[in-house]
């Protein structure tokens, strides 16, 4: 198994640390951002493998935070997490995977790995 660096941005504490625990239980680094705003000061500092955003945070969308992300790691998986329609969801950049809440924790994990 590859190990990997991801970074996981979710405003809904509880949920953010529950999925964080599970990713580091299989054998990846997480870094865990409460805020977009957060979230993209450290997508400015640092190299992910992967970010995970939720889409409906209050202070700047997941779209904008996986644009960052793709502009900045171009490499790296970008999933959007919601638990909104996808028609509901803009601006998100090409190439975005998208998992609607409530997921499955081993699927996440089998999204991320690379191919």
């Known amino acids: 198994m590859t190990h990997l660096n991801i ?10 640390a529950m999925v964080a ?8 680094t997480v870094t865990q951002a409460a805020t977009a705003t957060t979230a993209l ?8 493998d992967c970010i995970v955003t939720d889409y409906g945070m209050p ?7 996986a ?7 171009p490499w790296a998986t970008v999933c959007v997490v919601s638990g909104h329609d996808k028609n509901d969801m803009v601006g998100l950049p090409p190439g975005t995977l998208l998992m609607r809440k409530p997921f499955s924790l081993p699927l996440l994990l089998d999204v991320l ?3």
């Open 41 to 48: 000061d450290l997508l400015r500092q640092g190299r992910y």
């Open 59 to 65: 202070d700047i969308t997941g779209a904008a935070v």
């Open 67 to 73: 644009q960052e992300a793709r502009a900045l790691h």
């Open 113 to 115: 790995s690379p191919r």
């Open 21 to 28: 625990e599970a990713i580091e239980a299989a054998g990846h």
């Open 7 to 16: 970074l996981y941005v979710d405003d809904d504490d509880t949920h953010r």
